[in-house]
């Protein structure tokens, strides 16, 4: 059974496509198949994993626009268990040449059906807006992971995202649920970081994961290296926190198998 994961943040610099790196490569280094999809066209995903955007290279606007299958766009990510669709600006025509196109926001999940059952796990790396691009992610997705930042706005952001979801739910029909709300760039050292953590621990409860990801030189050195942080320092405080996220989400993914299957 597969579990697909659309990680969004309509606010950018929260660490979002930092998350798809590196809990992509956790989850690949605990023994369990994964495909990410780069769905943003700044492509990071795809640099991030030391791929070149070369002319001729399919990617996620491929899959979306000109239907080819899937399975003809994956590329090998360089570590075992884990693939990537790649992405590049191209995918920035994406929002308007699908606006018109009939049953536009389930393209996407029609198309993973052709590989699904191949993966544990699909994660999806949004842009940072909620265009057609992140509504086709949502419509794919089981659940929805949401990282934030530690600021002042971040309870504001995140309950506009939460109040999306919702309509999404509500529109579509689709029973997507919150895979959990992950703090970033935790610094326990301010006032700030921690005063905000609390209001959204105290605001989401469960929601809020266990795991927080804290500011480290190492993960933001990684990606210029086209290396996820387990691969470019695999004792860095960053690479241990993703490591931990990776076992939190299947340790609830097993919870809930668990639960359906009484």
């Known amino acids: 059974m597969t579990t697909t994961i659309a990680i969004t943040n309509q606010k950018g610099g929260v660490g979002k496509t930092t998350t798809a790196i590196n ?5 690949a280094a605990n023994d369990v198949k994964v495909l990410l999809i780069d769905s943003d066209p700044q492509g990071n995903s795809t640099s991030g994993f030391g ?36 992405a590049d600006k191209n995918l920035i025509g994406a929002n308007f040449e699908l606006v018109n196109i009939p049953d536009r926001e389930i393209i996407l999940r029609t198309q993973l059906d052709e590989v699904r059952a191949n993966y544990q796990f699909i994660l999806i790396d949004c842009p940072p807006a909620l265009d057609l691009l992140t509504l086709n992610a949502l419509m794919a997705a089981d659940s929805v992971l949401v990282p934030i930042q530690c600021e002042f ?15 999404v739910r509500e529109s579509f029909d689709h029973p997507i649920r919150t895979e959990g709300i992950l703090l970033t760039m935790f610094d326990d050292r301010t006032n700030l970081t921690r005063q905000v953590a609390a209001d959204l621990r105290e605001f989401f409860q469960e929601d809020v994961l ?3 990801i804290p500011r480290n030189i190492r993960l933001a050195e990684a990606p210029s290296h086209g290396k996820p942080v387990l691969l470019y320092d695999p004792a860095s405080r960053g690479s241990e926190s993703y490591i931990q996220l990776a076992k939190e989400i299947l340790s609830n993914e097993q919870k809930r198998r668990a639960q359906g299957a009484r």
């Not at 809990?23 to 989850?27: C, D, E, F, H, R």
């Not at 990617?59 to 790649?86: C, E, H, K």
């Open 23 to 27: 809990l992509a490569a956790s989850l």
């Open 51 to 86: 791929l070149q955007k070369t002319p001729g290279l399919l990617t996620t606007y491929d899959v979306l626009v000109n239907r080819l299958p899937v399975s003809s766009a994956i590329q090998p990510s360089g570590m075992d268990g884990l693939d990537i669709i790649p």
């Open 153 to 167: 706005f971040a309870l504001e952001g995140v309950s506009e995202l939460m109040d999306t979801i919702d309509r």
């Open 210 to 212: 266990k795991t927080v």
